[in-house]
């Protein structure tokens, strides 16, 4: 059984840094997208970033271009999330999501990727 699960959130102060973690566990090949997520309370889950297996991205929000970037270590199934200059707007839950099933790779559905992860919070302070 596949086993995605996020790691590196936490409290952060305004204009630092974290850096999140992805493993797919159990999920064979690596020629699949995988994207990164985040839902504020209240709010609908939005689309991040997303990256092919052979390293070409795309990004869905306008908001965190130039502040957060997005990679993949194909050997070790570990999808990354370099977050930089963060706000407290930036404050959510961030999920992982591998194998894209439509071509809306920046969708939120739970429908749009075969696997999601559970989460980790990421909480900024002004």
């Known amino acids: 059984q596949v086993q995605v699960v996020e790691s590196g959130g936490g409290p952060v102060q305004a204009g630092g840094s974290l850096r999140l973690s992805c493993t797919a566990s159990r999920l064979t090949g690596n020629s699949y997208i995988m994207g990164w997520f985040r839902q504020a309370p209240g709010k609908e889950r939005e689309g991040i970033s997303w990256i092919r297996w052979n390293g070409s991205i795309g990004y869905c929000a306008d908001s965190v271009k130039g502040r957060f970037t997005i990679s993949r270590d194909n050997a070790e199934k570990t999808l990354y999330l370099q977050m930089n200059s963060l706000k407290p707007e930036d404050t959510a839950m961030y999920y992982c999501?591998?194998?894209?099933?439509?071509?809306?790779?920046?969708?939120?559905?739970?429908?749009?990727?075969?696997?999601w992860g559970q989460g980790t919070q990421v909480t900024v302070s002004s």
């Open positions: 999501a591998a194998v894209a099933r439509t071509n809306d790779y920046c969708s939120g559905s739970s429908q749009s990727y075969l696997y």
